[in-house]
């Protein structure tokens, strides 16, 4: 998408308040794009040892089957700004719901294995899509005083789709009597967990029908009137539309539909902006924030925790998750986007540390000792609290505001892309580390997140009420 709506100065027009229900309305249905990229993102921790045991196969195969669908969610990352500027936002997400309708159909009835990697694949575009169409619309409609709020509902909205899913799962798990292949409704238990998110997806298309175009995409498809009607909606009728419509135009003019090759500064070299935006994306990534919603009831159960409390305890660390994402939506328009970063980037090395140091004693009798059981369930809901607070919610927004808006989109795309792809490598390489060595692994988590502190501190620049034009 070539660029997000611009603001005057930062606060200088607020939505008002009988305008501000409606806008909110707008940011939670294009929200629920990030629900679902929650809900099929997590969903599937609760069928990973029943597809281990239903197909017969070993950690290495059981982690690509886990990790391929963040391959389609890199490519629909990727792709997703290039295609919303053909056909509009709307019918980005209209894609999207339909792709993610399919996907929880086929991965519920697979024949076998390779097509179960099929559909979860297509889910993953979706997803990517979902990734980039969601922040990037919301800041197109967002009054200038909401944007970081607002913005924040995409994060907000993923980790209810974590918490929803684990939620479902354990239910379903009881319905089936505690067992993962336990027969419901005609199906296996893991089948109907991977099948309910038919609901959210068909719910995400009909709310798609409910929520007007980016006034930015309509004038760039000529369509003035309509977009004046939008921008009426969103940031009321007192304001100067002429004016405002002049200011988009304007700054439409002074851009130019951003490619791969305006990131490049430099020979084959990306722009120091572009390095930044992939830096945080990783970081983001490999402190092994996904390990805790993809595998988190295999590695309870790999400690000798029952499979029903493991159920549980994945289901309370995505509450802890929403507890994080909420405080975090409170602070990064005081607080600052930089200062929650370094804040947590501390919190989740002391968390990490200590899963780390409960991790490296000898089971007894199959299970963890009690201090260092409790540790590791205390540190695991720790390092995903400090998480939600920061990164889970800074790096969405700053990838929104951060970059100059003549190449926006391609910077954008490209840093979704990176985190992507290092959230595959993640997701990939966790169950045969975890088989090498549990503690070495969340070791290395932890000197990333440590790692962060210094990138916060020496690269990122501060959005915090800069308006969009201002970055560069």
């Known amino acids: 998408?070539?660029?997000?709506?611009?603001?005057?100065?930062?606060?200088?027009?607020?939505?008002?308040?009988?305008?501000?229900?409606?806008?909110?309305?707008?940011?939670?249905?294009?929200?629920?794009?990030?629900?679902?990229?929650?809900?099929?993102?997590?969903?599937?921790?609760?069928?990973?040892?029943?597809?281990?045991?239903?197909?017969?196969?070993?950690?290495?195969?059981?982690?690509?089957?886990?990790?391929?669908?963040?391959?389609?969610?890199?490519?629909?990352?990727?792709?997703?700004?290039?295609?919303?500027?053909?056909?509009?936002?709307?019918?980005?997400?209209?894609?999207?719901?339909?792709?993610?309708?399919?996907?929880?159909?086929?991965?519920?009835?697979?024949?076998?294995?390779?097509?179960f990697a099929l559909w979860r694949i297509v889910g993953g575009f979706a997803i990517g899509m979902a990734s980039v169409i969601g922040p990037a619309y919301i800041a197109e409609v967002a009054p200038p005083a909401y944007r970081g709020r607002l913005g924040s509902f995409q994060q907000a909205a993923i980790v209810v789709g974590i918490a929803i899913s684990q939620l479902v799962n354990w239910g379903v798990l009881n319905a089936a009597g505690g067992n993962q292949r336990g027969h419901l409704m005609g199906l296996e238990a893991w089948q109907v967990m991977l099948g309910v998110m038919v609901v959210p997806a068909v719910l995400y298309g009909m709310l798609s029908f409910a929520i007007p175009e980016s006034p930015r995409f309509l004038l760039s498809v000529g369509r003035r009137d309509r977009a004046r009607e939008i921008l009426a909606e969103v940031e009321g009728k007192d304001v100067d539309l002429d004016a405002r419509v002049a200011e988009?135009?304007?700054?439409?003019?002074?851009?130019?539909?951003?490619?791969?090759?305006?990131?490049?500064?430099?020979?084959?070299?990306?722009?120091?902006?572009?390095?930044?935006?992939?830096?945080?994306?990783?970081?983001?990534?490999?402190?092994?924030?996904?390990?805790?919603?993809?595998?988190?009831?295999?590695?309870?159960?790999?400690?000798?925790?029952?499979?029903?409390?493991?159920?549980?305890?994945?289901?309370?660390?995505?509450?802890?998750?929403?507890?994080?994402?909420?405080?975090?939506?409170?602070?990064?328009?005081?607080?600052?986007?930089?200062?929650?970063?370094?804040?947590?980037?501390?919190?989740?090395?002391?968390?990490?540390?200590?899963?780390?140091?409960?991790?490296?004693?000898?089971?007894?009798?199959?299970?963890?000792?009690?201090?260092?059981?409790?540790?590791?369930?205390?540190?695991?809901?720790?390092?995903?609290?400090?998480?939600?607070?920061?990164?889970?919610?800074v790096v969405w927004v700053m990838l929104g505001e951060m970059f100059p808006n003549k190449i926006r989109a391609a910077a954008l795309g490209v840093a979704a892309a990176a985190q992507w792809i290092a959230n595959w490598a993640i997701t990939a390489s966790f169950p045969s580390l975890a088989d090498w060595n549990l503690s070495g692994t969340y070791v290395i988590y932890a000197a990333f997140a440590a790692l962060s502190v210094p990138f916060v501190m020496k690269f990122v620049k501060e959005t915090k009420g800069k308006a969009l034009e201002e970055m560069g």
């Not at 197909?55 to 997703?80: R, W």
């Not at 791969?260 to 945080?280: C, N």
């Open 1 to 115: 998408m070539t660029s997000t709506v611009q603001a005057h100065q930062p606060g200088a027009r607020r939505a008002q308040p009988e305008h501000l229900g409606h806008v909110i309305f707008i940011a939670a249905a294009a929200a629920m794009g990030g629900f679902l990229f929650g809900y099929d993102s997590s969903v599937i921790n609760g069928a990973v040892e029943a597809i281990r045991d239903r197909y017969d196969i070993g950690s290495a195969a059981l982690a690509q089957v886990i990790a391929i669908a963040l391959i389609g969610c890199a490519v629909g990352a990727a792709t997703a700004g290039r295609i919303a500027d053909r056909i509009g936002r709307i019918r980005c997400m209209q894609i999207a719901a339909v792709l993610f309708t399919v996907s929880a159909v086929g991965s519920a009835l697979p024949f076998a294995l390779w097509d």
């Open 248 to 393: 988009i135009e304007h700054a439409m003019k002074s851009e130019h539909s951003s490619a791969f090759r305006d990131l490049l500064g430099g020979g084959f070299f990306f722009k120091p902006i572009v390095w930044i935006g992939i830096g945080l994306s990783v970081f983001q990534q490999f402190v092994g924030i996904n390990v805790a919603f993809y595998y988190s009831s295999t590695l309870w159960q790999s400690v000798g925790v029952d499979p029903t409390d493991s159920f549980f305890y994945s289901f309370t660390t995505s509450i802890i998750n929403i507890v994080g994402t909420v405080i975090a939506m409170i602070f990064v328009d005081r607080v600052g986007r930089k200062p929650l970063a370094l804040i947590g980037s501390v919190g989740m090395a002391v968390g990490l540390a200590l899963e780390a140091w409960a991790f490296s004693h000898h089971l007894v009798d199959g299970k963890l000792p009690a201090i260092q059981g409790w540790t590791a369930l205390v540190a695991a809901h720790l390092f995903v609290l400090f998480f939600a607070l920061s990164w889970g919610v």
